[in-house]
């Protein structure tokens, strides 16, 4: 086989995640250590769901990069099957966004729990040359509420480092 | 084994006056006659002043031959209120041949307005004939204007050699 790239580096969640609050921290799962002077592309898909009362909120965050862009796209109301939607959402971070880990989105949640989310695209950037970090995704609930947000097994990044 | 490249764009490149589709700077790679590549391109790109016609356009260019090619795109093609998100943006999927990438055409415009910027994902598959080149990302205003158009820094172009059916 001479196929090139064959992600390498990968992670795929192995186990479903669930949260409560609404205060964005970094998937425990969906985090890269980043290399200094590298530059990086990431495909991540990201299955997710949370009911409609809490909705679901996410973004991206990375530490010492230099530039780059997250493109995402999704269909972020989550609508039910045959119903009007899922609308296809499409959204992108710059780098100033990622590092300082703003403008997040809030998905609307769904209260059919087989009605999930789904998050898919492409990130690319640049790292400094000293004291990168990590590229997360983060994400939480929209507004408190005591049924769980959940992001599933098999959600995953798959990345290149150059 | 063929190693692929991430060309990312350290600087911005800004376009005034003009229609012309020319190679971005920055986003072009060698390809080489006989493979198959796939191809990403993840953009941003704005305007410098309130447009109310299409501002940007683009399209694929290849100076080599080509079998075959197919691709598409997903864009906010709308003003954004704070760059990173809009709740009526529009799905465009663009489907292309060959021939439109070897011809540079058709492109596509959308509208943006001041203060915001866009965003895309432009993949395409292909392969290669029997003369490799140069492949690279052309874009121009859609219409004419002296308010800028820019591509940002930090957009890049993925390029990874790939074995596909003949």
Same mark, same amino acid.
């Not at chain 1, 010492?64 to 009007?84: D, E, K």
């Not at chain 1, 880990?101 to 040359?129: D, E, H, K, L």
């Given at each position: 086989m001479t196929l090139s790239a064959l992600w390498t580096n990968k992670i795929y969640k192995t186990g479903d995640t669930s949260r409560t609050g609404t205060t964005l921290s970094d998937d425990p799962d969906l985090v890269i250590t980043l290399t200094a002077s590298k530059k990086y592309r990431?495909?991540?898909?990201?299955?997710?769901? *949370? #009911? *409609? /009362?809490?909705?679901?909120?996410?973004?991206?965050? *990375?530490?010492?990069?230099?530039?780059?862009?997250?493109?995402?796209?999704? +269909?972020? /109301?989550?609508? *039910?099957?045959?119903?009007? @939607?899922?609308?296809?959402? $499409?959204?992108?971070?710059? &780098? %100033? #966004?990622?590092?300082?880990?703003? +403008?997040?989105?809030?998905? +609307?949640? +769904?209260?059919?729990?087989?009605?999930? @989310?789904?998050?898919?695209?492409?990130?690319?950037?640049?790292?400094?040359?000293?004291?990168? @970090?990590?590229?997360?995704?983060?994400? %939480?609930?929209? /507004? #408190?509420?005591?049924?769980? %947000?959940?992001?599933? /097994?098999?959600? $995953?990044?798959?990345? &290149? &480092?150059? | 084994m063929p190693t692929p490249t991430l060309a990312l764009k350290s600087a911005n490149t800004v376009r005034t006056s003009t229609t012309t589709l020319a190679d971005d700077p920055d986003l072009t790679a060698t390809l080489t006659a006989g493979a198959c590549y796939e191809i990403e391109c993840v953009l941003r790109w704005g305007n410098s002043a309130t447009v109310t016609v299409p501002n940007f356009k683009w399209a694929w260019n290849f100076t080599g031959s080509l079998i075959w090619a197919n691709g598409y795109q997903t864009m906010n093609n709308r003003p954004m209120d704070i760059g990173w998100r809009n709740t009526d943006n529009i799905d465009r999927e663009l489907h292309y041949t060959a021939a439109c990438i070897t011809t540079a055409a058709p492109a596509t415009a959308v509208t943006a307005s001041t203060g915001v910027w866009a965003g895309a994902i432009l993949r395409c598959w292909l392969k290669v004939g029997d003369t490799g080149g140069t492949f690279s990302l052309q874009w121009a205003q859609g219409t004419s204007s002296v308010n800028q158009t820019t591509v940002y820094a930090g957009s890049g172009l993925y390029v990874c050699e790939r074995q596909f059916g003949s």
């Open positions: 990431v495909r991540f898909m990201v299955l997710c769901w *949370a #009911n *409609a /009362t809490a909705d679901f909120q996410f973004d991206f965050k *990375a530490g010492g990069i230099t530039h780059g862009v997250v493109h995402a796209y999704g +269909n972020l /109301t989550c609508a *039910a099957p045959g119903s009007s @939607g899922p609308v296809i959402s $499409h959204m992108s971070w710059p &780098e %100033a #966004n990622i590092i300082s880990g703003t +403008n997040n989105i809030v998905m +609307n949640g +769904n209260n059919t729990t087989t009605t999930r @989310g789904v998050i898919c695209g492409t990130a690319v950037f640049a790292t400094a040359s000293s004291s990168p @970090g990590t590229f997360a995704f983060r994400w %939480a609930q929209g /507004t #408190n509420n005591v049924t769980a %947000a959940k992001v599933y /097994t098999g959600s $995953h990044f798959l990345w &290149e &480092e150059f | -």
